[in-house]
């Protein structure tokens, strides 16, 4: 049980409920289709698709109690049968809902925000927390004003830490995130150029991950990229800086890759992580400076860094027929995150042929053809081969003319990167694959395997 329909009648005083009947909630689901024996079902409002639609086979699937739009009529037949909480806006009451029961169950609650890395940051911190404490996170993408939301009503009520990553397109989007999550622990992981088409600038960008602290109480700590200049302004909270610099609280120091992963120093202490690149290292200190706040032993912080579990597609390593190591990293890209994937291509050892599948990045306004122009300058020696694909990606082509040394080509259709990687096999060929979301270049993966 996560609480019952008495509690919910404390939050939203209007409604229409079975007589002398209280149901225990076990589910929250906005999907109609899902199972929700002793639900509640959350109909929301779409562009194309109205939830209040969906309440029948809500029900049908066992749904108990609804969130309802006070202006929809209910089914007549539905009355006396499920739970109407009459609300002005169901999207608005499911955050006000999320928020009460955060309050409820009380956990320590971590929010995690920035350009780059913060779902790498996010199954870190939660390798590291269970090792000591019940602990619930994010599910995959759901880090938005609909999946933050759902992400603590899903949580289970012995939950000890909750670690919420926090995404945004624009302003004001992590203040609302903040304000219903209400960190103890607010982390800024990374500055970079993600969503610039809408903030205009790294420091639009910048200001609006800071709205992270909107929601904080007056003993809440901030962590932060302390290697960011934009970042390093006065704070009204307590704060710790993280990075390479040797002025910052947490200092990163000594990182080494191979294939095995990163190892790297923080401060005085020496840890390794299964992940591979530089910038995992400061991605893990940011997960295990939270540890320290919350006392995990220092044995337990080793063995949650030993036993993380990666969102797919994050630098996953697949072996194909032939022994060819592919790394699919193709669940998202901004140009920091795509030159620090190229970075570790060219520091892995033993690899003879080193080549990138790279897509467009998307959502880089005016910015777009600079910075994939700075991609392709920032590609040298020893890569070998580079295949782009998408529109924008072009300009990466065009900046690799200049390097004889490096085979490259530009196609419009993905399949034909295939056909340019028929003959390429062996275990001394690593390929990465890196693009926006929304280039789906991971499709490409199955035909690679088979190589």
């Known amino acids: 049980m996560l609480f019952t329909t008495t509690w919910m009648k404390s939050i939203f005083k ?25 639900g509640l079902f959350i109909p929301l409002l779409g562009e194309r698709v109205d939830g209040h ?37 169901t999207l608005m009451a499911l955050q006000q809902l999320a928020h009460a029961y955060r ?44 999946g933050l939301p759902l992400t603590i009503l899903s949580m289970p009520t012995n939950t000890e830490v909750l670690i919420l990553e926090m995404g945004m397109n624009d302003f004001g989007e992590i203040h609302a995130l903040s304000k219903i ?30 709205e992270i602290i909107d929601g904080f109480y007056d003993d809440s700590v901030l962590l932060f990229d302390g290697d960011e200049p934009l970042l390093r302004v006065p704070f009204t909270h307590e704060n710790i800086s993280i990075g390479y610099d040797a002025t910052n609280d947490e200092v990163v120091s000594d990182v080494h890759i191979d294939l095995t992963g990163t190892k790297f120093h923080v401060n005085e202490e020496g840890y390794s ?41 994050r630098f996953e390593q697949i072996k194909t027929a032939s022994g060819m190591t592919v790394i699919n990293d193709a669940y998202n890209a901004s140009p920091t995150s795509m030159k620090a994937a190229i970075d570790v291509v060219k520091q892995m050892t033993g690899y003879k042929q080193r080549i990138l599948i790279l897509g467009d990045i998307l959502e880089l306004g005016d910015f777009s053809e600079s910075y994939h122009r700075s991609i392709g300058k920032a590609i040298e020696d020893p890569i070998t081969a580079v295949y782009t694909f998408g529109h924008e990606a072009k300009y990466m082509d065009e900046e690799l003319e200049s390097q004889d040394h490096i085979e490259h080509a530009f196609v419009t259709n993905k399949e034909d990167i295939c056909t340019l990687l028929k003959n390429t096999y062996g275990e001394e060929t690593i390929i990465l694959l890196k693009a926006s979301r929304g280039m789906e270049l991971e499709t490409i993966v199955p035909t690679l395997i088979t190589y």
């Not at 079975?18 to 002793?38: F, Y």
């Open 14 to 38: 209007e409604g229409s409920y079975p007589e002398q009947v209280e149901h225990d909630i076990q589910v929250v689901e906005m999907d109609s289709r899902k199972p929700l024996t002793n």
């Open 53 to 89: 639609s969906y309440i029948e086979q809500a029900y049908k699937q066992g749904a108990v109690a609804t969130l309802w739009n006070k202006e929809k009529d209910i089914p007549t037949h539905l009355i006396g049968k499920m739970h109407f909480f009459l609300v002005e806006d």
């Open 103 to 146: 309050l409820l169950i009380q956990p320590t609650v971590i929010g995690i925000t920035g350009s780059n890395g913060k779902t790498t940051t996010k199954d870190i911190t939660q390798a590291i927390m269970e090792t000591t404490y019940h602990t619930h996170a994010t599910d995959g993408n759901y880090n938005n004003h609909v």
């Open 181 to 210: 999550a209400e960190p103890d622990y607010g982390c800024i992981v990374h500055i970079g150029e993600s969503h610039i088409e809408h903030l205009h600038s790294r420091e639009g960008i910048a200001q609006a991950k800071m």
């Open 273 to 313: 992580i299964p992940l591979l690149g530089k910038h995992h290292a400061k991605n893990a200190t940011f997960a295990i400076t939270l540890a320290k706040q919350l006392q995990v032993p220092e044995d337990a912080i080793h063995k949650g860094l030993s036993n993380i579990q990666v969102t797919s597609m």
